[in-house]
Every structure is written in structure tokens, then in C-alpha cells.
């Protein structure tokens, strides 16, 4: 591949992630307002404290599987709640998302995150102890 081939692939890749961002700070915009339809309101909500979550359900130090939810699990959840949305409130969300700019982080995404791991070794332990 030639060089200004990668560096344009390169260039196309840093662009498709800022605006994977952008998507979920405008989610996470579209789960509070009362005008987004209630179902697509909650999968917002679900999908905007995940990838907001510091913590990942699968780490990323576990090869490939780590990635999987950076790269399908977030995308794949942007896209169905961008089929609940109506496309000029998620025109309007986006507006806003780059209006504010910043990148915020969810608590209430972490815990979650947190609880199912918890939840999964205690399981674990009693599978063990059985």
C-alpha cells in the first residue's frame, strides 16, 4: 500500500472515531430529552453510560476479545438507536454534542459495568464451590 494511501486511511479512520464520539455525547444528550421516543430513549441511555464508562465490560489487555466492544458492541448500539431517532432530533443532538465538545464520563455506566463483573465472580465462586 502506498504511503499516501495509509495516511488517507489513516486520516479516514481518526475521522470515522471522532464522530463514533461525537454520537455518543449526542446520545447521551437524546437519553434526557423528552422529545426522543421512550424506547430509543432507554437504549441511549444504556449505550451512552457504556462507552462513557471508564471501565469496559471485557478489558482491552485480553487480546481481541478487548477490542470487541470498542469496535462492535458501541457502533452496533449507536446504529440501532439511530434507527429509533428520529434523523433531525439526532441532527440537532450532534449540533449540540459539538457545540459542548467535551467528552464526559459515566458514573452510572461505570457502576453497571462494575456490578456485572461482581455479579459474574460471585457467580464464579459458587459455581466453584458447588
Known sequence: MPISSRRRWLADLKQW???LRRDVFALSIAARDPRTPRRA???ALVVAAYALSPIDLIPDAIPVLGLVD???LVPAGIWLVLRLVPPDLMDEYRDEAERLGERPRSLAGAALVLALWLAGAAAAFLWWRA
Open 41 to 43: 430513549r432507554l437504549l
Open 17 to 19: 472515531a471522532r464522530r
Open 70 to 72: 470498542d469496535l462492535v
